[in-house]
């Protein structure tokens, strides 16, 4: 089940929330967790159990850490943890990959287990993860209740595509949370304009690399348009889908984190970073980075800190080297900026660091999005004019007037124009009454259209479900 599909909007979600508010406050916890296992149970049957699995881990380790602080057990169970947990996320996940490469390197023939990936296990295990740590470290106070832990890992709004929500974020709420018609209505706006991201931009664009892929008279614009087509499809997906889960995580009284902020505006890829899957960084800091040194370290550890941490955050993606490369290739910019390119950049013309910013991240996403190491080669090479491509082409004139109308929307709506003029205009007394009433009406535009499309089965999967 998805969040851009019918049965969700006006069937799942209308039903849990109907039960979630019928119910005391002491059965709330019971009722997220009873509907967010039937959630992936929809999508997941036989995997429920090891998402189970994995929370059980997590809660009897917590429980073991906090009985036994202050000892060496107290260690040896953190571990214990961490090897359960990347454990199973590693056989699930990475297993045909390390096979299929023992295979090449050895000329062996190792049968491929070809298990399916189970959805979202890559988010839940860090989320798991990241309660046993903080409970060792002693910034989180282990919980006692099952049911309250279960509900903290399994919680359906963010469980099978982000934000990772960290324990301690979450854990007041879990115990006492309040609930109100303000929180509420921000939750569905936000929801709305999420779900309006994923069905009206992302999925459309979507199309576009589709005929992309299908052409047979490709150029070097092409190749180009399909740059900038990839990497706002993903931003539109992947920020549409944490748009809605923090909209419904307010519907139930959490408040997640952000986990975007505007990358395509930044003026250096450590900024870029610094506002693209946000929870994701800052996991890789506080867990990989700071315990290996961070940069209070040797110039040539401090070098193998960021390499480590972006070689684990490309495999985290995906078990392919692409993601391989495409962590390292990130780590070869930090590391140049942090060396000496950052002092270039400002220096530079705002027009010149964005061009800059803009160019390194199209090429990350179309070897990001590409179909093994070949196909990346192909396709950044497509970009650059390798293979004896035209500059221009029939089918990109074609492609390019026929999408104009989305690459421009999505261009401008990956900017903060519309929240920025959004705001002066609340900032005036009669301007601002005008919006107060034309926002729900927008909202309710939005919902009625994008109702439209998926009535007319015009949905996809969101991209990140295969990570």
């Known amino acids: 089940m998805i969040f851009s599909s019918i049965s969700f909007l006006y069937y799942f979600l209308a039903a849990c929330l109907l039960v979630y508010f019928l119910v005391p406050s002491r059965l709330k916890n019971l009722v997220l967790l009873l509907f967010s296992l039937a959630f ?6 036989v995997y429920t159990l090891l998402m189970l699995a994995s929370t059980l881990s997590a ?3 917590g429980l073991l850490i906090d009985r036994t602080r202050g000892t060496k057990w107290s260690r040896v ?3 214990s943890s961490v ?8 056989f699930f996940k990475y297993s045909d990959f390390f096979i299929s490469n023992v295979n090449s390197l050895f000329s062996s023939d190792i049968p491929l287990l070809r298990l399916a990936l189970p959805i979202g296990i890559s988010f839940y295990t860090f989320q798991t993860l990241s309660y ?3 409970v060792y470290r002693g910034d989180a106070k282990v919980q006692k209740s099952f049911i309250r832990l279960a509900t903290y890992v399994t919680l359906f709004p963010q469980l099978i595509a982000g934000p990772i929500v960290r324990y301690t974020t979450v854990e007041q709420e879990l115990s006492d949370r309040k609930h109100s018609f303000e929180g509420f209505a921000a939750g569905v706006n936000r929801f709305v304009i999420g779900l309006a991201k994923k069905v009206l931009i992302a999925d459309t664009l979507g199309l576009l690399i589709k005929d992309f892929t299908a052409s047979g008279d490709r150029s070097v614009v092409f190749a180009w348009v399909y740059a900038i087509a990839a990497s706002l499809q993903l931003y539109f997906d992947f920020s549409g889908y944490s748009d809605m889960a923090i909209g419904l995580g307010r519907l139930f009284g959490f408040h997640f984190l952000e986990n975007f902020n505007y990358p395509f505006i930044s003026k250096s890829i450590t900024e870029f970073w610094r506002r693209w899957h946000m929870s994701l960084g800052q996991w890789f800091r506080d867990y990989v980075y700071i315990p ?19 070689l684990l ?17 990130f780590a070869l910019f930090l590391l140049l900026e942090r060396l000496f390119l950052a002092k270039w950049l400002d220096k530079l013309p705002r027009l010149l660091s964005h061009l800059y910013v ?10 990001f999005s590409a179909d093994g190491l070949t196909g990346a080669a192909a396709d950044v090479g497509a970009m650059f004019g390798f293979g004896n491509l035209p500059l221009w082409s029939a089918d990109t004139a074609y492609y390019l007037s026929s999408y104009a109308g989305v690459l421009i929307v999505a261009l401008i709506g990956c900017t903060p124009l519309v929240k920025t003029v959004a705001k002066k205009l609340y900032g005036y007394r009669l301007s601002g009454r005008v919006m107060n009433v034309l926002e729900p009406v927008f909202h309710v535009c939005l919902l009625v259209l994008v109702t439209a499309y998926l009535v007319d089965g015009s949905f996809s999967a969101f991209l990140y479900f295969r990570f």
Not at 40 to 45: A, I, Q, T, W
């Open 40 to 45: 992936y149970f929809y999508g997941e049957p």
């Open 59 to 61: 809660y009897v380790h």
């Open 77 to 79: 169970l953190l571990w």
């Open 83 to 90: 090897v359960t947990s990347i454990g199973l996320l590693g």
């Open 132 to 134: 046993t740590i903080d």
């Open 292 to 310: 290996l040194g961070g940069n209070r370290v040797s110039t040539w550890r401090w070098i193998r800190n960021i390499f480590v941490v972006w």
């Open 313 to 329: 955050t490309g495999f985290w993606h995906g078990a392919d080297w692409t993601f391989i490369f495409w962590g390292l290739y």
């Open 358 to 367: 803009a160019v390194v991240v199209l090429v990350s996403f179309v070897l």
